[in-house]
């Protein structure tokens, strides 16, 4: 075979080796990478097919793991750690080829650097992004389906990616939130929510009869087949919280699986109600709120 006069046969062994060891490297690199996640969602997923125990529930709840979100977030920074593994060693190998032919490379890298620190001028706020992007990835900050508040809007995840996450609020708008713009972060589905229900009752109620009341509503809840599997513990009666002429308030309150606050909440609204309204407690209104007695 003849060569180019430029080209010798050792600059020729030798880029044949940068390019073998490049392509060796990155198989082992990204089968290593692949590997690690695979064995990580395989934990995962043996766990989920098992099935958590009610105590593995509440307290998976507590230290904020999530199988789901876990397979979501492994997925995620495997593929991040591949295509990062792929450009460097491009990269190596592409500088390593260049000096073996005799290019020089400091005026390129000099160039190089002029260059990157234009586009980073340029570029900042993408960067910002995606730096933030991948530090609330791997942080776990948030996920798809979580409640957050980014300072500006508030609405439930409905895509995380790297740049842009995309919520939807309560009226059903879709904001799209740049990652380098979110300077503050709220997350309501982390760990638990609470729960809490203000009971107004007539302010000259005896305030132990009511508390003991709402006491007995509030044990029924644990036991409560639709309720239950919400809770994380049972529901307390925090006491008085306030009173004003007329009204007198009690507050229940108890810890419940992330974002199903409403429902409990709503359970214990109507079963206080009825219950204070059987045992004869009376509300506010029976009072008359212009002349209270």
């Known amino acids: 075979m003849n060569l180019p006069t430029w080209v010798t046969t050792s600059q020729l062994v030798s880029v044949l080796l940068v390019v073998v060891v490049t392509l060796v490297t990155r198989f082992l690199l990204i089968r290593l990478v692949h590997r690690m996640t ?26 904020m793991v999530d199988d789901e979100r876990f397979e979501q977030r492994t997925t995620t920074l495997g593929s991040v750690g591949s295509s990062i593994i792929s450009i460097t060693l491009f990269i190596i190998a ?9 290019v020089p490379l400091a005026p390129l890298l000099t160039s190089a650097g002029v260059g990157g620190v234009a586009l980073a001028f340029g570029a900042q706020s993408l960067v910002k992004d995606f730096l933030s992007g991948m530090f609330m990835l791997m942080e776990d900050q948030y996920g798809v389906g979580d409640l957050i508040d980014t300072g500006e809007v508030t609405g439930t995840v409905e895509e995380f990616g790297l740049r842009v996450t995309r919520l939807r609020d309560v009226s059903g708008t879709i904001w799209y939130v740049r990652n380098g713009e979110i300077l503050r972060l709220g997350n309501q589905s982390q760990g638990w929510s609470t729960a809490i229900v203000d009971i107004p009752v ?13 006491d007995e509503v509030a044990a029924r809840a644990a036991d409560d087949p639709e309720i239950a599997p919400l809770l994380i513990d049972t529901p307390k009666v925090i006491g008085v919280t306030s009173v004003s002429p007329a009204t007198m308030t009690i507050r229940v309150s108890g810890n419940t699986q992330p ?13 206080c109600l009825a219950a204070l309204t059987e045992a004869g ?6 009072l008359g709120l212009s002349n209270p007695e």
Do not use: C
Not at 42 to 58: F, L, T, V, W
Not at 94 to 102: D, E, K, N, S, Y
Not at 259 to 271: E, F, I, P, S, Y
């Open 38 to 63: 695979t064995h990580a969602l395989e934990r995962a997923k043996k766990r989920r097919e098992r099935g958590p125990s009610r105590a593995d529930q509440i307290w998976e709840s507590v230290v």
């Open 94 to 102: 592409l500088l390593t080829i260049m000096a073996i032919f005799g």
């Open 202 to 214: 007539a302010y000259n109620e005896d305030p132990d009869r009511a508390i003991a009341i709402l």
């Open 259 to 271: 974002n199903q606050h409403w429902g409990v909440q709503r359970w214990l609204l109507r079963h």
């Open 281 to 286: 407690v009376r509300s506010p209104t029976s």
